[in-house]
């Protein structure tokens, strides 16, 4: 069945593939920490268009439906198997004839959260770095996770990585990296890192000043979303490097790194500059890109 409109709770693309399976796996864990459905959706395309127009046979049509269908019904099946039985949530299918990105786009209107693989057939087949991923990321009205790969990291007590510059875009990121946190039971590990190359020509007692207010200007933006969050314990970690390194290193200690997707310098220069890419490029682990909901 479709999805009401203001309940598809957390959307996740599905074709059939293994990074798209995990990708239907984490989103239903993530529907059921927030007690949301879950709409599994596959977006039936036509063929590129040809000069002069050479219509496609209805077998074709008929064929990428079934697939897509296909596709719905095994996703839905790992989604229960991966929901624990005091946490189940309804789940919604979509099978819309759309370009795959538009179709995201418009039901990110009415969900908490988009969800996508990197790689795949179809739907997802130019990848979350490709066309269709990188346009939902960049236009989606709710936060977009991006999961890597064909397996998920267990990693159940590792913290949740937030890369923090004080822009507006990283208060967000911030926002949802304490819910994230907050609904697993585990730390943040908030991370601000220098941009600047030239920072690495300082003498070694100019960067500790500075290194000095950066401590105290981190926990100053920490600060509120501490006493709104008493539940998460925070490591602050400012480090003399590029923020993209540094993400990307510290993901190894992660099971989630959040990220802005707009702002000013530094980390504030996400999204789909080179400091994203090179993060959905390098991190193994989900990734959420931060995106103001269209209810906020």
Same mark, same amino acid.
């Given at each position: 069945?479709? &999805?009401?409109?203001? +309940? ?13 399976? $995990?990708?239907?796996? =984490?989103?239903a ?6 007690? %949301?459905?879950l709409?599994? #959706? ?7 268009a040809?000069?002069?127009? %050479?219509?496609y ?11 897509? !269908? !296909? ?18 949530? $309804? ?5 819309v004839?759309?370009?795959? &990105? ?33 346009? /939902? ?5 709710c936060?977009?996770? /991006? ?14 990585l /937030?890369?923090?510059?004080?822009s ?7 926002? /949802? ?5 907050? @609904?697993?039971? %585990?730390? #943040?590990?908030?991370?601000?890192? =220098? ?5 690495t ?22 600060a509120?979303?501490?006493? @709104?969050?008493?539940?998460?314990? %925070? +490591?602050?970690l ?5 923020? $993209?390194? +540094?993400?990307?290193? !510290?993901?190894e200690? &992660? ?5 802005g997707?707009?702002? @000013? ?24 890109? &931060?995106?103001?909901s269209?209810?906020?």
């Open positions: 069945m479709s &999805a009401p409109d203001q +309940q598809r709770g957390i959307v996740v693309a599905v074709d059939g593939s293994p990074a798209s399976n $995990a990708a239907a796996i =984490w989103a864990r993530e529907a059921g920490m927030r007690r %949301v459905p709409t599994v #959706v596959h977006a039936v395309t036509t063929p590129t040809t000069w002069p127009p %050479v219509p046979p209805e077998s074709l049509a008929i064929r990428l439906e079934d697939e897509g !269908k !296909k596709a719905i019904m095994h996703a839905i099946k790992l989604a229960e198997e991966a929901l624990p039985a005091d946490r189940r949530v $309804a789940i919604h299918r979509e099978l004839y759309s370009s795959p &990105a538009l179709a995201l786009i418009k039901m990110s209107d009415d969900a908490e959260m988009v969800v996508v693989g990197t790689a795949g057939r179809g739907l997802l087949a130019r990848g979350v770095l490709g066309s269709v991923s990188a346009t /939902v990321v960049r236009n989606a009205h936060p977009v996770a /991006v999961i890597h790969g064909d397996e998920l990291p267990d990693r159940p007590d590792a913290p949740v /937030v890369g923090i510059d004080g507006p875009a990283s208060e967000l990121a911030t926002a /949802v990296a304490f819910d994230e946190a907050s @609904r697993r039971g %585990v730390d #943040v590990m908030a991370l601000h890192a =220098w941009s600047d190359v030239a920072i020509e300082l003498p070694e007692s100019d960067w500790t000043s500075l290194e000095e207010e950066a401590q105290r200007s981190l926990a100053e933006n920490l509120g979303w501490q006493e @709104r969050y008493p539940d998460v314990s %925070v +490591q602050r400012v480090e003399r490097d590029e923020p $993209a390194r +540094q993400l990307t290193e !510290k993901s200690f &992660a099971q989630l790194v959040v990220v997707s707009h702002g @000013r310098g530094g980390l504030g220069a996400l999204l789909l500059g080179s400091v994203s890419n090179a993060v959905l490029h390098s991190v193994r682990i989900p990734v959420i890109v &931060a995106r103001p269209t209810s906020s």
